[in-house]
């Protein structure tokens, strides 16, 4: 079976420096087998690539896209908290949240950009419960931000 860090290397996928926190928390927090992300933003080399609300501004494409990003920052928090993303032994939720123009209803869609991707790096242990939710505004007027909850070894 190959290894989480060596399906990051066939999929040309590098995972960014864990973004700096915005607020008062951490990125991470290990508890017991768990463990849980901060929402993370779709930083890119420390800057949001596009602000906005998704159906006005920013495509659903586009913010796909950023969800995906978002995944990517969540699992360098994790890989910051256990060392290596091959003690992963599976994503077990995803939460997204979409801001939203007001008649913008594809928040799933969206969000499908992190569930995507994880699933592509972890295969069937990629497979995850979810919430896809649609809010006014998000910090920095992110057009997403994404959580995750991951079961480790050990």
């Excluded at 996928?13 to 928390?25: D, E, R």
């Excluded at 592509?120 to 419960?129: L, P, Q, R, T």
């Amino acid at each position: 079976m190959t290894s989480v860090e060596a399906r990051l290397a066939e999929l040309g996928i590098t995972l960014p420096s864990v973004a700096a926190p915005v607020a008062a928390y951490v990125p991470a927090v290990r508890s017991g087998g768990y463990v849980h992300t901060s929402g993370q933003l779709p930083f890119v080399d420390g800057a949001l690539p596009a602000t906005g609300k998704v159906g006005a501004e920013v495509s659903p494409e586009d913010a796909a896209g950023y969800a995906r990003q978002c995944a990517l920052n969540a699992l360098a928090a994790v890989r910051s908290v256990v060392g290596s993303l091959d003690d992963v032994v599976r994503v077990v939720k995803v939460v997204g949240f979409v801001a939203s123009d007001p008649s913008f209803t594809g928040q799933p869609g969206v969000i499908n950009g992190a569930s995507s991707v994880l699933g592509e790096i972890f295969g069937d242990a990629g497979v995850h419960a979810r919430s896809a939710v649609g809010v006014a505004v998000l910090p920095l007027d992110s057009p997403v931000e994404v959580e995750i909850v991951v079961e480790v070894r050990g």
